[in-house]
C-alpha cells in the first residue's frame, strides 16, 4: 500500500526557513512525478512545485518563485521542500502527492495526482 509521509512542518516567523520532507513508500518512487500542494481555511488546495520523476525539472507556482525549491532524493525515496523568506501567506497545510501522469500541465493540479500524503501544517507568524 502507498503511503507519503510528511514532516517538518511548523511554527516560524516571518523571513524564516523551513523544509520539508515526504518519505514514500509502496510504489517505485522514481517513476513518479512528485508535487508539493497547499491549502489555507477556506481556500482550495493549490499547486507550490512539482519535480520529474529525474529530478531535473522543477516548476514553481509563481508567488514561491525564488524563495521555494523542490528535490527530491530517488535513493531515499524522499522528496524534499525547502522554504524561505517565509510570509503569512506562507501559512496553510502542505501535502505532498505522486504522479504517474505524461502531460506536464495535469501536474499543476491536484487532479493529476494519484497518491496524497496527510499534510503537515506551516505556520508563518508575523
Known amino acids: 500500500q502507498v503511503q507519503l509521509v510528511e514532516s517538518g512542518g511548523g511554527l516560524v516567523q516571518v523571513g524564516g526557513s523551513l523544509r520539508l520532507s515526504c518519505a514514500a513508500s509502496?510504489?517505485?518512487?522514481?517513476?513518479?512525478?512528485m508535487g508539493w500542494f497547499r491549502q489555507a481555511p477556506g481556500k482550495e488546495r493549490e499547486f507550490v512545485a512539482t519535480v520529474s520523476w529525474s529530478g531535473n525539472t522543477t516548476h514553481y507556482e509563481d508567488s514561491v518563485k525564488g524563495r521555494f525549491t523542490i528535490s527530491r532524493d530517488n535513493a531515499k525515496n524522499t522528496v524534499y521542500l525547502q522554504m524561505d523568506s517565509l510570509k503569512p501567506e506562507d501559512t496553510a497545510v502542505y501535502y505532498c502527492?505522486?504522479?504517474?501522469?505524461?502531460?506536464?500541465?495535469?501536474?499543476?493540479?491536484?487532479?493529476?495526482?494519484?497518491?496524497w500524503g496527510q499534510g503537515t501544517q506551516v505556520t508563518v507568524s508575523s
Open positions: 502527492a505522486a504522479s504517474r501522469s505524461l502531460i506536464l500541465v495535469l501536474t499543476f493540479t491536484p487532479r493529476g495526482y494519484d497518491y
Open positions: 509502496g510504489l517505485t518512487f522514481s517513476t513518479y512525478a
